[in-house]
């Protein structure tokens, strides 16, 4: 007997007719002899509620209890499909991360997971039951509930899966797989059969929201594949899976991030350890920076150093720059959140010279001004300005001929 894990987005949950159409494509999951396991998101748009109303009670809210609000959304959808697949006939249970067995980290909001225990879980299916556990959180090691960021029930999906060695983990969306570019943007983006985990994860981490980049740099570790696909239809999705074959596509997709912002530390000291003190500073702060530039003024004895940040932290990054300015007698700190990353993403890339170029070509002919470039074997990215981000998208995807 096959063992299926399933993830169901919010949007997948986010009315109790989509409920009920879940339900029954589980319940004929189940009825085709599997054990089942499905992971769920919150319903819709519940988190952002919650963080709306959580905002009009308080500016600074307490971390624990904002774990234990942003928690609810998800047990009241598990409940709901759980009493739905009741009444299509199937024995089912619903169960919280921490009733699951996953054991996180005790950094709220974003903890990682650590290890599952997988006795309940292991119970339940042993009682032919099919088990909703809710995504997105865990408990650490004070017994406290934790959530591992936002998209996080794509790695509880992939953490879960990998410990119960299943056959297949689908992760069910309002999208029918990976695209070479955000069908909303370009028109003839293209649907990809498979993607490797190396693209996948550079993509997930550069904007293309389709999967949570943790979910798939566990699937990379377990050898796990993933079926991507839609929740609204039957039609094949996309796999990720390791990729034995040479790439014949230079370039796979374009991805685009407008949740950034860039921050800049003006005329520090050109010396060793300056670099070590500014993002020791920000890590201490849980601050994740992505981009890094170094620029060096004709004296030598000063250099400029610029980064990035999610957009949600610029305000904080800029207060513990400043505070780091302040101790090294820098001239300032400058920010900017109206930018946007742009990058194209291949393993075909290895082996071909002149990507960057055409890349920047493109750009630069079209008006685009780059402001940072990040380089890696299988991506390019550019920051640019916000108000751009589309049009270069569109740009990039028609220049490396992708929709063909």
Not at 64 to 86: F, K, N, P
Request: with cysteine.
């Amino acid at each position: 007997m096959a063992i299926v894990v399933q993830k169901f987005g919010g949007t997948s949950v986010s009315s109790a007719e989509r409920i009920k159409n879940v339900a029954a494509r589980i319940t004929s999951t189940k009825a085709a002899g599997n054990d089942v396991v499905v992971i769920v998101s919150a319903m819709g748009d519940t988190t952002d509620d919650l963080i709306t109303l959580l905002k009009q009670v308080t500016d600074n809210p307490d971390p624990r209890e904002y774990d234990m609000l942003l928690s609810t959304g998800e047990q009241v959808s598990a409940a709901l499909l759980t009493m739905a697949i009741h009444g299509l006939g199937y024995k089912a249970v619903s169960l919280t991360g921490w009733q699951a067995g996953v054991h996180t980290e005790d950094i709220p909001s974003k903890a990682r997971i650590t290890h599952i225990k997988l006795d309940r879980i292991q119970k339940e299916i042993g009682e032919g039951k099919i088990v909703i556990v809710t995504g997105f959180q865990g408990i650490d090691i004070h017994g406290d509930i934790t959530t591992i960021g936002r998209g996080g029930s794509d790695t509880s999906a992939v953490v879960i899966a990998a410990a119960l060695k299943a056959d297949v983990c689908e992760i069910f969306t309002d999208v029918d797989g990976v695209y070479t570019a955000d069908p909303r943007i370009v028109k003839d983006a293209r649907k990809l059969k498979t993607v490797s985990y190396d693209e996948m994860l550079e993509l997930a981490s550069l904007g293309a929201q389709v999967l949570h980049p943790r979910s798939v740099e566990c699937a990379k570790n377990y050898g796990l594949v993933i079926h991507l696909r839609s929740s609204m239809s039957d039609v094949e999705g996309t796999l990720i899976k390791e990729d034995k074959m040479e790439k014949k596509d230079v370039v796979s997709g374009v991805a685009l991030d407008t949740n950034i912002a860039k921050v800049g530390i003006l005329k520090i000291p050109d010396k060793p350890g300056i670099a070590a003190k500014l993002f020791k500073a920000l890590g201490d702060e849980n601050i994740n920076v992505d981009m890094i530039i170094q620029s060096i003024h004709s004296s030598g004895a000063h250099a400029d150093m610029a980064f990035t940040v999610n957009k949600m932290e610029m305000k904080k990054a800029v207060d513990v720059t400043n505070n780091v300015a302040r101790e090294l007698g820098a001239e300032g700190v400058v920010s900017d959140g109206n930018v946007a990353k742009i990058s194209i993403v291949g393993v075909g890339m290895i082996s071909k010279p002149g990507v960057a170029g055409t890349m920047f070509e493109a750009l630069g002919k079209n008006g685009i001004n780059i402001e940072m470039i990040s380089t890696s074997e299988i991506k390019i990215s550019c920051v640019i300005k916000a108000e751009q981000g589309k049009k270069a998208m569109e740009i990039l995807h028609k220049e490396f001929d992708l929709g063909k």
